[in-house]
């Protein structure tokens, strides 16, 4: 073309009106396109040795009996520990961060040079190895191998793992959208990312079947079942719709949905909060509890037994102000959920705790304070399906009603359940960094640091599936 003719719409072979078109869509594209901001998550400030206790006959833990998928598969692992064993998959490998969840029969370890390895229960390819074969040893996750993993949950049947960017993957059950991939399936077999484009991730959290990830402003988003309510988007609704004149059906959510509201009851009744901001999460089978930056705790979702800690059993909608919390020093300092109750340590150090944790008996209505543990420095606490674990000062103190699998780790010479606080003889020589519960087992990184706390831990067995 001479130079300096203008070129006419339509001879490039499409209307002005098209490229104007396609101009718009080119810079709606870019825009999506644009790098959301950048983060780095720090590592755990620890590192130590992994210590087992309780059952590994995944298979069969909190069922009467294998189902028929099970019932064909080798039992390997078997019996329960009764006591804290070291692994022998684990021999010569430190860890950093121990997951699993009060409804998990699966659990997630980050090594020290941050990889992410599974083992338990694999019905629902929860493992994220790509099959739904039992793992009974931990094993590398090969698809987040390339990946710094600093965090992850898991519920009853799907994992989340975090990213040192604030990156989400999530894998295995996915009927209730738990996965968060804007799709309801079978199962997500290897790790792949929520369909969520914010902030980045800072924390993630999963109930029996549906999660919650916390973005770096604070900002929580949820996805998965909202049969009780649990995801806390309000709208005065559980999903719940007629399927026929006898049947209930509850929709899902199966993308990551902002949770908007927060509120506080006074006595003008409810009153909305503006601005809060969230620092942590936590969640029980069907309901969540979540910690803001002013030390208030909320929660919400199933309220059966007291677990949300508003006096009465009624489900909550959207997160609710815990009132005891708002109380002068008496803000939250840590806050953790079991299958049906919560726990929160104060700034203070006292250990609370509200709902029902023992199968029979009165529930608590509202946060009252484990008096056997005032005066303790509460470092750690694990909330198994019934059974509580807790590590402080010196010690690892736990608790929980028949039956167990040995998640108390009180050993084989001691009784195998408690329904006040005692300490884990085995363990009472061993410094515990951190510690978390799964359904029936509990996980211990044991302080590794000195050739005094290498010799203490030589003298703890080790499990090898089999034997």
């Known amino acids: ?33 644009e790098p959301r901001e ?3 998550l720090k590592d755990s400030p620890f590192v130590g040795t992994l210590l087992f206790s309780g059952g590994t006959n995944w298979d069969l833990i909190g069922r009467h009996r294998l189902p028929k998928a099970a019932a064909n598969k080798p039992v390997i692992g078997g019996r329960n520990l009764w006591g804290p064993h070291q692994l022998s998959a684990l021999q010569g490998i430190r860890v950093r961060n ?35 074969v039992r793992r009974d040893s931990p094993t590398l996750v090969e698809g987040l191998k390339d990946h710094h993993i600093v965090n992850a949950a898991t519920g009853r049947n799907h994992t989340l793992c975090l990213t040192d960017n604030g990156t989400v993957f999530a894998f295995g059950d996915n009927r209730m959208g738990q996965c968060g991939i804007g799709i309801q399936s079978a199962s997500v077999g ?36 909202q049969e009780y309510s649990q995801l806390g988007t309000g709208h005065n609704t559980n999903g719940q719709y007629s399927v026929s004149a006898s049947k209930l059906s509850s929709e899902c959510v199966s993308t990551p949905k902002r949770i908007q509201c927060f509120i506080e009851k006074g006595r003008e009744g409810l009153k909305y909060l503006q601005g809060t901001v969230i620092k942590d999460i936590a969640c029980g089978n069907n309901h969540s509890i979540a910690m803001d930056m002013q030390k208030r705790v909320f929660t919400w979702g199933f309220g059966g037994y007291g677990r949300l800690g508003h006096q009465k059993p009624d489900d909550e909608p959207v997160p609710r102000s815990v009132k005891l919390f708002e109380m002068p020093m008496k803000g939250a300092q840590t806050i953790e959920a079991g299958s049906s109750y919560c726990m929160a340590v104060t700034e203070q150090g006292q250990l609370y705790f509200w709902g029902q944790a023992k199968t029979t008996g009165e529930a608590t209505m509202y946060p009252k304070p484990v008096q056997d543990l005032s005066g303790w420095n509460v470092r750690s606490v694990g909330c198994s399906n019934h059974s509580i674990v807790v590590a402080a000062d010196d010690c690892v103190i736990s608790w929980g009603p028949s039956p167990t699998y040995g998640e108390l780790a009180y050993g084989e010479a001691d009784s195998k359940s408690s329904t006040v606080p005692k300490k884990a003889r085995p363990l009472e020589n061993v410094y515990i960094h951190h510690l978390t519960c799964g359904m029936g087992h509990s996980l211990f990184i044991a302080r590794d640091d000195t050739e005094e706390d290498k010799e203490i831990l030589n003298k703890i067995p080790v499990f090898t599936p089999g034997n």
């Open 1 to 33: 073309m001479p130079r300096g003719k203008k070129r006419l719409p339509g001879e490039d072979g499409e209307s002005g009106r098209t490229k104007v078109k396609r101009n718009k869509q080119q810079s709606k594209h870019a825009e999506s396109q």
């Open 38 to 40: 950048t983060i780095k």
């Open 98 to 132: 121990v997951f699993s969840g009060p409804s998990s029969c699966h659990s997630v370890i980050i090594t020290e040079e941050g990889k992410a390895m599974t083992w338990g229960r694999n019905d629902k390819e929860q493992l994220g190895h790509g099959d739904d």
């Open 190 to 225: 290897t790790p792949c990312k929520p369909n969520f484009h914010g902030s980045p991730i800072v924390k993630v959290a999963c109930g029996a079947d549906f999660s919650i990830i916390l973005d770096c402003k604070g900002v929580l988003h949820s996805f998965g079942s």
